[in-house]
DNA sequence: TATGAATGAGTCTTCATTCAT
DNA sequence: GATGAATGAAGACTCATTCAT
């Protein structure tokens, strides 16, 4: 279906999503109101309502359109790739690229922050962890693949602990005064593989 | 100076100070306003700004409340112990006593949330961060006791190492179904130092 | 379009608008606040920034209200008048009614503050200044009509020191124990006219 | 009575009309808070109330202060003149100092906002016409003492005259959207001594 | 199918004043 | 004589949600 036959209703629903998703990336999960949604998204405030039962139900899909989209980016990522990533430090860095996202190439906190806030927001919004589970499992087997086709031999297991080891590293790293926790990942990554 | 000769000003402040830190610990930085805080230590609602400056500042105060109480209790913890832990389970434990609090050995997201929730506030609260890098290092002081007194030698490295592991570990397994973040955490320390 | 048709909402804006000009009227600038102006219309609180996106526009179209309602009245005393204003002391009259208001023929403060308390009251809210600026011209037309009716050839610098004498002597005659303004202007015209 | 051997308490209140002067001068009325007054005077906040029955009683002696301080200045201005004005020009801008203040000469608002802002203020601070009241008349005689030495023979009613053009020239140059109130009041000055 | 209108509850913060010490 | 402590009332403004049309 292309976007000029996509439904209005759906179109619209897809402009509210992308607004809130927007703005939870960019303050987090209180930026997300309905004024704030529909006005970045140049429509009515009644519309927010309209389409989104609760603003948790458009939390919700902002949520899931921050994620898919960085599983898309992660997926593009891999698949630029010609072939084979050779030697750790380029399977360091694609790791990084998928779990941070390659904006955290960057440094500073705000854009590995959204991954964070979505994962220790959950238990708080029960709502999305489901949601939250599914995207999670679906970056395990991008990750997963990195390995497989840099023939390096990597249980589930110790893929678990590489991602623990990243996020750990990025969250302790949230404090500095300047932050860089992608160069505190990339360390940590590096003495485990190294 | 014994609780009946503080200050009843010092006091006041106490409470406010305490009942902030509950609200935080129990419904995270959003439930930390002036209003419940004031309910809640049975105050005037126009005390809550006549001790504090601004709702920054208390929840500055509440974090620091709650971050001194956890190192305390590691501290604690700590001494309650007659000679060196034996075996690596022994320190395994500890560490997660410490890191996570001995409340999170009944499972459950809720105990642990604080600590991520603090960490993963900064960068959007940055008036926390001076407050939790102090306390970060402090909590590592305790945690590398920990390796001291068991002989193991584990350098500063092996350590951030070692509680990135944790703090991934927990991370990622808050949106579990029925989420068990110190097995999780657990479960890693003991492949890394198994 | 009748007061019957005019849609609800802009009735109620309205409503609210009358409300918090006679506030300003009765009170001053002090006196134009959410609550008061939402009491006094009949409305919810929330009502009024649902109108008004801040209370400077609340107080802006009060303000405006106010000078449209003594324009009218300055238009409708011109018109009502058959001919022309036969000798001075009937031009002066004239002057000031339309520049103090009928009701300042009463004596006393209160009927002539309004317009001192506006210009005075512009600096300190820039965003009053354009819309006076407009009110201001517009009374000067209706002022000059007043010479052209009576014959009076009278330039536009000399309107415009006849409305300063006028103004000027109403500010210094604010202090005084039992004031009378009109009066005091009048005696100044008339030394200037007579 | 020298400045060192004033009693500490008459100081302290000094400091805080002295402080409230400022205030007022800047902000207007509405700036002359307890807590503002307190802190700029450097003083405790329970002092404004210990000197001072309520706020009206503090703005009372604020307005005294900038008055008598005007009264001053003009005083001041006054006795540097070696000899006689020369010339209507001379009178004029010596006119001008003295009801506007010498800050007037830079144009804008601001300086010479407050002798208005007073003036119209009376009307809704009752407490405020006498001391008022008293103030004018030294002005007036002050402003009478330029005429005597220009040799120019000046009426008290002339005097009045000229005083209330130009405060009405002030008052409606007030709204201007590049306030030039001295010029504006000298133009009219000119045309009627001229 | 949409949405303008509406609002009760709540947000943080300010303030004049009182009072015990 | 002086002031730290305290607070009820009010300030402007925000927000999720409901509802009539």
Redesign the pocket.
Known sequence: MTAASTP??ER?RQALVAAAAGLLAEGGFEA?????VAERAG????????YFS???DLISAAVEHDGRQELAAGRARLDELADQPRGTDAVIELLLDLLLGVASRDGGAEPVLLRYERLVGSPRRPYLAPLMRQMSAELQELLAEIFERSGMRVSRERLLELIALVDGAVVNALIESDPDPRSAARRMLAAQLG
């Open positions: 209005k209703g619209r997300v109101r309905h004024r704030a429509l009515p405030l009644a519309s927010t309502t309209y609760s603003l948790d």
